[in-house]
């Protein structure tokens, strides 16, 4: 119950298309989604996050969609760039136990 | 602003050694979150620390452990080395002085090579 489940495993895209990441969960105690950005040899990076009372949120071509009652979510990178290939994250918190669930990561390639 | 920061980059030890990392937070950042990234498995929760205390701890044996010092950094200790103790150990912070802000904010990363 404490998973999340991210899909899929790898993802190629032409330049200028759009990028879609899924993830699952089933914990409703889950109350706050961010998604990260991992290039090789780096850190995470938080790119986008959103609480259940919303159902979209989106900051410049990132956008996260929530869908509460199928409990899913999903990141969309439009017009997709060479830049944004990277492996991608979602998370889920537990609410007050700032404790981060991960998903299992998304390659993302992006065609030239 | 100062990001978090690791150290070291890198470490080598043989199983059954010692292995201690080191983390320091963003400036005014009191909690101090410890992931580990093996290959294939994600990122798995390992620690929460927050004003010195322990707060909440992952999945892991107890020869996992760390600490958090008065200044918020933090350290790992990881005894008795096991070769499945290989990865890249992450370190997180966030300003939990703000109660209704989850995010946490990652450094780079210690990669542990145990031999």
């Known amino acids: 119950q404490q998973q999340v489940k991210q899909s899929p495993q790898s993802l190629i895209v032409q330049k200028g298309g759009i990028s879609i990441i899924n993830c699952a969960y089933e914990?409703?105690?889950?109350?706050?989604f961010p998604w990260y950005q991992q290039f090789p040899g780096k850190g995470p990076a938080l790119l986008i996050a959103?609480?259940?009372?919303?159902s979209e949120k989106k900051e410049g071509r990132f956008t996260i969609s929530f869908n509460k009652s199928a409990k899913q979510f999903s990141l969309h990178i439009m017009d997709s760039q060479p830049g944004d290939s990277a492996t991608y994250f979602c998370a889920a918190v537990v609410s007050g136990t700032y404790k981060y669930i991960f998903g299992t990561g998304t390659r993302l390639k992006v065609l030239a | 602003e100062a990001g978090v920061t690791q150290s070291p980059t890198h470490l080598i030890k043989t199983r059954g050694q010692q292995a201690t990392l080191r983390c320091s937070p963003i400036?005014?950042?009191?909690?101090v979150y410890w992931y580990q990234q093996a290959l294939g498995l994600g990122l798995q929760f390992l620690l929460w620390?927050?004003?010195?205390?322990?707060?909440n701890r992952g999945n892991f044996p107890p020869r996992f452990s760390g600490r958090q010092f008065p200044n918020y950094s933090s350290e790992l200790n990881v005894n008795a080395l096991e070769l499945e103790d290989s990865a890249l150990y992450l370190c997180?912070?966030?300003?939990?002085?703000?109660?209704?802000?989850?995010?946490?904010?990652f450094g780079p990363g210690t990669r542990l090579t145990v031999t």
């Open positions: 997180a912070s966030s300003p939990l002085g703000q109660r209704s802000s989850y995010e946490q904010y």
């Open positions: 959103i609480r259940p009372d919303v």
């Open positions: 400036s005014g950042h009191t909690s």
């Open positions: 914990n409703t105690a889950f109350d706050y």
């Open positions: 620390y927050d004003e010195g205390e322990e707060r």
